[in-house]
């Protein structure tokens, strides 16, 4: 690791330079303590487009090459779902520290070899559930706590629009992990959970299009105590792509986008506030100081997004996926 004043700088590497990776190198341009040294493609080309757009070093036209470059400490994953895990695994293997885009992986299954990989290795590793490191959702873990609407029992979210269907793209490629509840569903999920805590059932119906991805789906999911989470997510459905949280003392309303909302509104009998979680530049930015905060401390996991919440994502997603009649190539 370098070196930016006192403090170490953590040198990045991007695997797949594509939308999400190009946001991921604007935020870590806004950022200090970090600095993207390196950029890995299966096609050179566009690595090298990428390096030159964000004055990245070095450039390679494939995975291994970004993996074998000792001057990266740390990889973020922005490939296909498909390939999170295995790209985790090789940059793992070759002692990299990993943030990898969500969802983590296809299923539970590799989402446990990755953590385990981790693990033995003593590498850091996050799933980047960019919402959780946001002011909307710091702010709402703070309602939460200081129990200023009382006890959550009910949260409802969705997540979705209606796109015309290409089967080319990653939506509707079910090699590349396609359908909407990996993509848009997993951040219903994840509110659920952040609220309520771990998924103990699952009641869920869905649509699967001639592509064979899961064009919309919804489902009830039951938490302990029988507090419910009702989620939805459509890549063929326009939905309100809005969540609400409703407690024994009131109301915390989510606004679209509800994964990255610039505002909460708290309702309770006193009446309604408005609370400001809006930021300047971009978003995922966050998460890396997340990473950042964690490598400084000697940690391997974040207290913020654990092992434990990404398997308990992984295991909703696959027990809602088997229910609405969806399997990935290999599986």
């Known amino acids: 690791m ?3 004043g006192d403090r170490p700088v953590i040198r990045w590497g991007i695997a797949g330079p594509g939308e999400i990776a190009t946001r991921f190198a604007e935020g870590m341009r ?8 390196a950029v890995g493609s299966r096609s050179v080309e566009r690595a090298q487009a990428f390096a030159a757009r964000f004055e990245i070093p070095r ?9 074998e470059d000792p001057d990266v400490d740390a990889v973020y994953v922005a490939t296909p779902h498909s390939r999170h895990a295995a790209d985790t695994l090789l940059f793992l293997s070759a002692g990299k520290h990993v943030l990898c885009e969500k969802p983590f992986a296809l299923n539970t299954t590799q989402a446990q070899a990755m953590i ?6 003593q ?5 980047a559930m960019w919402s959780r490191f946001l002011p909307a959702y710091r702010e709402l873990r703070a309602l939460l706590d200081e129990g200023r609407v009382g006890d959550p029992l009910l949260v409802e979210a969705s997540f979705g629009w209606r796109g015309d269907v290409v089967p080319a793209h990653r939506h509707f490629d079910l090699d590349q992990g396609g359908g909407a509840l990996l993509d848009l569903g997993v951040y219903t999920v994840n509110l659920s959970q952040f609220v309520l805590g771990p998924v103990e059932s699952i009641v869920a119906r869905g649509h699967v299009g001639d592509t064979g991805v899961d064009e919309h789906v919804a489902a009830v999911l039951q938490h302990a105590d029988d507090r419910l989470g009702v989620v939805q997510a459509a890549i063929r459905t326009p939905l309100t792509c809005t969540a609400r949280i409703a407690c024994t003392a009131g109301v915390i309303d989510i606004p679209a986008f509800m994964h990255c909302p610039d505002h ?10 408005r609370i400001d979680t809006s930021w300047d530049g971009e978003g995922l930015r966050f998460q890396v100081e997340e990473v950042h905060r964690c490598l400084a401390a000697g940690l391997i996991e974040s207290a913020v997004m654990p092992w434990s919440e990404t398997l308990g994502i992984a295991r909703v997603l696959d027990e809602i996926r088997a229910q609405v009649g969806v399997r990935y190539p290999g599986e």
């Open 264 to 273: 909460l509104v708290v309702v309770t009998p006193a009446g309604e506030e």
């Open 116 to 121: 385990a990989a981790a693990d033995a290795g």
């Open 59 to 67: 450039s390679f036209g494939s995975y291994e090459a970004l993996a």
């Open 30 to 37: 806004e950022l200090q303590g970090g600095a993207v040294v």
């Open 123 to 127: 590498r850091f590793l996050m799933e």
């Open 2 to 4: 370098g070196a930016h």
